[in-house]
């Protein structure tokens, strides 16, 4: 997940699957598959999201970011690493801090203004400030 978040990748279902990402695909009525898992759940419970902190490595494993911000990167680091270490209520606020400290930054400005004017997976020529 670490190299989705950090450079926008995606995953087939059936990829999401098999690392865990999903618990299931849907193939067919997707409206029917989520009120059938609904009631299931109603019913039988469900697997409740981890709220204590999480043991983290020092680093993340370098990835090719190409022509992504480092800065922005830097900072998604933080999140991921810092966060993981303060349980799920405190990680969350701490993950509202990072995304206004990547606001503040002139690649985010950058990725912004190309999105804008040149539409999506356009390439910005960030300062990685």
């Known amino acids: 997940a670490w190299t989705i978040l950090r450079t926008g990748g ?3 279902g ?9 618990s299931d695909e849907v193939d067919g009525d997707l409206r029917a598959a989520a009120i059938l898992t609904a009631k299931a759940m109603a019913e039988h419970g469900f697997e409740r999201i981890n ?3 999480i043991e983290a490595p020092a680093d993340l494993p370098e990835v090719d ?3 992504l911000s480092t800065a922005v990167d830097a900072v998604m680091r933080k999140a ?6 303060k ?3 405190e990680g ?3 993950e509202s801090q990072c995304f206004g400290e990547v606001c503040g930054l002139e690649d985010m400005r950058i990725g912004m203004e ?8 356009s390439k910005a020529k960030f300062v990685n400030k």
């Open 80 to 85: 991921i690493l810092e966060g993981l270490a």
């Open 65 to 67: 970011l190409g022509h």
């Open 10 to 12: 995606v995953l087939s």
């Open 51 to 53: 709220s204590e902190p």
């Open 87 to 89: 349980g799920l209520e």
């Open 14 to 22: 059936k990829d999401a699957l098999s690392c865990g990402l999903i």
């Open 114 to 121: 190309t999105f804008m004017t040149n539409g999506p997976r």
């Open 92 to 94: 969350l606020k701490f």
